[in-house]
């Protein structure tokens, strides 16, 4: 078990010395209060994973405290202690939420056994809750055999260890989140939370409420109160995909609490205190959005301590059929047609596409095929390329830089769609705003919705 932190509350001194010296001895790290009001001022800067309490206190009781510890974090366990029990103070406790309500004295392991108990079963909600919102299913980010992606996966393999912010650069549909929920599945912080968040779409006030979380009455619609990204990833990973499209206005509150691990909700007064890895991932050229001035300098050196590059498909041409192969695999296995084969014609087809929305858009391809073709083989026409016009002969006997033979091929596809930026996303496997940004970055004209 990691680390966990417990507030241990206890007026008599040389009990709670005791009992905090052999938690200390076993693991965990024990934060102590003598009152009342101390508990809710160390809870309120902490956030502790368990709360012990006495019950009765200089300045009050246990159940004064319950109540306050619940509203800022329903899901802490709460144990009462007590020299005086009754069964109806105990069910009283019971009522308002605490999980235990122990006589004193307390067996020092048995104590310790409950508190680990607590702790597993509260991480484990947790991941449950998170895991119900991800994606299924773990991905090996580095299947192929190119030089490329075997360089990719030894540079990530040698980061896994550290707690260093991780920058993943590649195009869009590359596979970014798929490397870093590897670096979550096989790094130090893999029985964690891992949480992910978009950057990309969002306007300002929705980002920083998903980011940083709200309180109630923060802003209109704020009925409830609500833990963001960063609350909900404590202890684990924190992945922020597109993080070049965050707005300026929150750049510099995600660089504080990267620097001092402390956060605010909206409508918050009171910092929190948080524990994360982040890794970041970006489609767009950071440097040059650094020297732009669109993106905080201090923030991108913060978040590129160690930068991964995941190389597009066009880079990497002896990979692709490899991917083919095992994508068309575990598509067929959940249609329930396994053994499905693609023609050598099929193959030649695949190699030779250049592949601007890369493997989202390889997988997309296939899937689709295999919805409309009935039969087990998937032959070139079936792949449904040729619906795109082909890059002219003369192309192929000339010499061409990468940009201008995605230029080439980007400006056929929006001549196929007549300029229909909607349609040629679709095509292209690529979200439309993703295509606008890569028109722009090749030159393109205007285009149509």
């Known amino acids: 078990m990691s680390e966990a932190t417990v507030l241990l509350i206890e007026d008599d001194p040389a009990v709670r010395h005791g009992i905090a010296a052999f938690l200390r001895a076993n693991g965990l790290d024990v934060d102590e209060a003598d009152t009342c009001q101390k508990a809710v001022e160390r809870f309120k800067a902490v956030g502790h994973d368990v709360v012990v309490a006495d019950y009765s206190l200089p300045d009050g009781t246990s159940l004064d405290i319950l109540p306050q510890v619940k509203k800022l974090s329903e899901e802490t366990p709460f144990v009462i202690l007590t020299a005086h029990g009754s069964i109806d103070l105990a069910v009283r406790a019971i009522k308002e939420g605490a999980e235990q309500f122990l006589t004193k004295p307390v067996e020092s392991k048995a104590l310790l056994i409950l508190l680990k108990r607590l702790i597993q079963q509260q991480r484990l909600r947790k991941r449950q809750e998170v895991a119900a919102r991800s994606q299924p299913g773990m991905l090996n980010p580095f299947v192929g055999t190119s030089p490329q992606i075997r360089r990719l996966d030894e540079r990530a393999a040698l980061m896994l260890e550290w707690d260093s912010p991780v920058l993943i650069l590649g195009e869009t549909g590359s596979g970014k989140g798929v490397l870093a929920r590897w670096i979550h599945a096989n790094g130090p912080r893999r029985e964690e939370a891992f949480v992910n968040l978009n950057c990309a779409g969002l306007t300002r006030e929705l980002l920083e409420s998903e980011l940083f979380g709200h309180e109630r009455g923060a802003f209109t619609g704020a009925v409830n109160p609500k833990p963001g990204m960063l609350e909900v990833g404590h202890r684990g990973i924190v992945f922020l995909d597109e993080i070049g499209d965050m707005d300026p206005a929150i750049q510099p509150k995600l660089l504080k609490a990267l620097e001092e691990k402390t956060f605010r909700r909206l409508g918050d007064v009171r910092d929190r205190h948080v524990d994360i890895r982040l890794i970041a991932s970006t489609n767009l050229d950071l440097e040059e959005m650094v ?159």
Request: net charge positive; hydrophobic share 40%; charged share 30%.
């Open 291 to 449: 020297r732009t001035k669109r993106f905080r300098d201090d923030l991108y050196y913060r978040i590129s301590t160690l930068t991964l590059r995941i190389p597009p498909l066009r880079e990497r041409p002896e990979d692709i059929l490899i991917l083919a192969r095992n994508i068309l695999a575990s598509v067929c296995g959940r249609m329930g047609r396994p053994g499905a084969q693609l023609t050598r014609e099929a193959e030649a087809v695949l190699t030779r596409y250049p592949w601007p929305g890369n493997i989202r858009e390889l997988a997309n391809v296939l899937e689709r095929s295999m919805i409309l073709v009935k039969g087990e083989t998937l032959d070139a026409a079936g792949l449904g390329l040729d619906a795109v016009p082909p890059i002219p002969s003369h192309a192929e006997s000339t010499l061409l830089t990468m940009k201008e033979m995605e230029r080439l091929y980007v400006e056929r596809v929006l001549a196929k769609t007549g300029g229909n930026v909607t349609e040629a996303a679709t095509i292209l496997g690529m979200a439309r705003r993703t295509l606008y940004d890569r028109m722009r970055n090749l030159g393109l004209g205007s285009a149509k919705d």
